[in-house]
C-alpha cells in the first residue's frame, strides 16, 4: 500500500501549480515553480527537510507570493537571504530581500527555530501564486489578489479550488491563521464563511505592515504571534 507524506502531497501541488484564467490588462502572474528550476529544485529541498512525515499541521494563509520572497523561492515568507542564513539552502541566483521574510524568520526563531515551527505550521498564501504590474512610473511592482475587483474575481475559482487542495494534505481546520488583519481578513472570513474551510480564523497583523510602520516595536508583535500560536495545543 502506497502513501505519501506531507512534503510528497506538497511538491506534487507545486509542480502541477498553474492558472489558466484570463487576467486583468496589465497584470502578469508569477509561477515560479514555472518559471525557474531551482524554485522548485529549493522549494522540494525544504519540504522533503522539514514535512517528511504524515503529522498535521495548521494552516497560516498570506496575500500572496512577492516579488523577492517565495516569487523567487518557491518558499512562503522566505527570501534568498533567509534561505541561507536560516535554512542553510545554498541558492546561486541573485539575492533577495523581503522585509516580511526577516519578521517571519525572527519569529520563527523565537518559537524554537525552522524544524519547531514547521512541525507544527504550514504557511502559504490565499492566492498560491503572485501577481505583478506596471506602475505610473514603470516599474513592476507586486500586486495583491484584492487590489482589483477584476482580479479577484479572476481568480476566485482559483483560490478556491487551491485552498481545497492543500486542505486535504494533512491540515487541522479546527483552527486557521491569517497574516493581515484589513482586506486579507476580510476575504478570507467572507470565503470561509461560505466554504466552511476552518471553524475558526485567527488574524495577525501582516509582517509586511510590522516592518514597514511598526519596526520599532517588532518584539511586541512577535509576542503577540507566539501567543496567537499557542492555541493549537
Known amino acids: 500500500m502506497s502513501w505519501k507524506t506531507f512534503a510528497d502531497k506538497i511538491i506534487e501541488f507545486n509542480k502541477e501549480l498553474h492558472f489558466s484564467g484570463i487576467l486583468p490588462v496589465g497584470v502578469k502572474i508569477m509561477n515560479p515553480f514555472r518559471e525557474s528550476p531551482e524554485a522548485l529544485a529549493i522549494s522540494s529541498e525544504f519540504y522533503r527537510r522539514y514535512y517528511n ?16 520572497g517565495s516569487a523567487v523561492t518557491g518558499i ?11 535554512l542553510q539552502l545554498p541558492y546561486s541566483g541573485k ?5 516580511s521574510s526577516v519578521f517571519v ?3 520563527i526563531r523565537a518559537f524554537g527555530g525552522p524544524a519547531a515551527f514547521y512541525s507544527r505550521f504550514f504557511v502559504h498564501s490565499i492566492c498560491p501564486l503572485g501577481f505583478t504590474k506596471t506602475n505610473a512610473r514603470g516599474q513592476e511592482v507586486n500586486y495583491n489578489y484584492y487590489d482589483d475587483p477584476l482580479l479577484t474575481a479572476a481568480v476566485y475559482d482559483f483560490i478556491v479550488a487551491t485552498l481545497k487542495q492543500q486542505l486535504s494534505f494533512g491540515i487541522s481546520t479546527n483552527l486557521g ?3 493581515g488583519k484589513g482586506k486579507n481578513e476580510k476575504f478570507l472570513r467572507k470565503l470561509n464563511a ?8 485567527i488574524a495577525l497583523e501582516h509582517p509586511r505592515f510590522i516592518m ?5 516595536t517588532k518584539e511586541v508583535y512577535i509576542d503577540k504571534y507566539l501567543q496567537a500560536f499557542q492555541q493549537v495545543g
Do not use: V, W
Open 177 to 179: 491563521f491569517c497574516f
Open 95 to 99: 539575492q533577495t530581500h523581503e522585509p
Open 194 to 201: 461560505k466554504e466552511n474551510f476552518f471553524q475558526e480564523i
Open 76 to 86: 512562503p515568507f522566505t527570501d534568498t537571504k533567509r534561505l541561507e542564513s536560516e
Open 212 to 216: 514597514q510602520y511598526k519596526a520599532k
Open 105 to 107: 524568520y525572527d519569529m
Open 53 to 68: 512525515d504524515t503529522r498535521p499541521r495548521h494552516m497560516i494563509l498570506g496575500i500572496n507570493p512577492g516579488r523577492f
